[in-house]
């Protein structure tokens, strides 16, 4: 058989914007990564970093988490934090447009109070954009048995969609919310959305999150069970 250009780009076309990850969303596999939902990102006016999309967000997202509690889905927070004074993070980061202000935050940053973190929640203070990357996330999941990552926060175009990249390269099964995700161009919300759903990640709604929890015990277990991280 012969592919012609148009047979491929319409594939792609089709992957990129229809797209779907054949994995269920079980509860007892699944942990919920909250990433960077910090002061300077979702606090109104307070940085230069402020995320309007992510404010407008957060009630959607503080829903989800109280859903996944209920669901005994662990919640795991990450901030992007100055760790280490600086020496864990990337170097090329100061010679990017990211960081041509002068602002800094006043004090070690902070999950903004109104997402309503739990003091029996973990919460990850990492150097760069990726999760994963110089914390103990990994050995987190791990640990807890969990195989399955629902990648929420901000920015979606960098911090969550370098998490979900990160986690599908370590074998996890990458949920990532649609409607829960946040960047600072709204423009360029549905472009990354639609290389994560291509090659990367199962991309849900808040509300499809939800449902796929409360009925996974509805659907069968063996698959789920011997799914185990390695």
């Not at 004074?85 to 999950?111: C, K, M, N, S």
Request: glycine content about 6%; aromatic content about 8%.
């Amino acid at each position: 058989m012969s592919y012609s250009e148009e047979w491929v780009t319409a594939r792609a076309r089709d992957a990129y914007e229809h797209g779907r990850a054949s994995f269920d969303v079980r509860p007892e596999r699944t942990a919920l990564l909250v990433i960077d939902m910090q002061d300077e990102f979702v606090r109104p006016g307070w940085s230069p970093y402020w995320v309007p999309a992510a404010t407008r967000m957060a009630p959607r997202l503080r829903r989800l988490v109280e859903g996944c509690r209920s669901a005994d889905v662990p919640v795991i927070w990450t901030i992007f934090d100055d760790t280490h004074l600086g020496l864990d993070r990337p170097r090329a980061l100061g010679h990017l447009p990211h960081a041509d202000t002068d602002w800094r935050r006043p004090g070690p940053a902070e999950v903004w109070d109104q997402l309503g973190r739990r003091s029996d929640e973990a919460l990850i203070r990492k150097p760069s954009y990726g999760a994963f990357y110089d914390t103990p996330l990994d050995t987190m999941l791990r640990n807890l048995g969990r195989d399955t990552v629902i990648v929420t926060g901000t920015l979606t175009n960098y911090c969550c969609g370098t998490t979900a990249r990160q986690a599908y390269e370590r074998g996890y099964k990458v949920v990532f919310g649609a409607d829960v995700t946040a960047t600072d161009d709204e423009s360029r919300q549905e472009p990354e959305l639609a290389v994560l759903r291509k090659g990367f990640a199962l991309v849900l709604t808040a509300e499809e999150i939800t449902n796929q929890l409360a009925t996974a015990d509805a659907r069968p277990r063996e698959a789920a069970d011997g799914a185990n991280v390695g």
